[in-house]
């Protein structure tokens, strides 16, 4: 089943202002950031139950295709 809905009736969508987007992207930032190594991962981590991120948490690898690091902060080679 899917409802149907006139198109004449339809609004433009909503754009977010600038300091919309900034506070989505510091909410996201804060689930998304592990507290010990402070790399910003794509996905939201498990920060009730472990508190960081799998690596820091059991030492299970992260791929690093899937983080960000913080500024100024860089991975030994
Ligand atoms: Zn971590």
Redesign the pocket.
């Known amino acids: 089943m899917a409802w149907l809905y006139r198109v004449d009736l339809a609004r433009p969508k909503r754009i977010p202002t600038l300091a919309q987007k900034r506070a989505l992207d510091r909410a996201m930032a804060a689930r998304q950031t ?1 507290p ?2 402070r ?1 910003r991962y794509q996905h939201v981590l498990p920060l009730r139950p472990l508190g ?2 799998l ?2 948490y059991d030492g299970t690898p992260a791929d690093p295709t899937t983080y960000t690091l913080p500024p100024g902060h860089t991975l030994a080679a």
Do not use: H, M
Request: neutral net charge.
């Open positions: 592990c010990a190594c790399r960081s991120c690596e820091c």
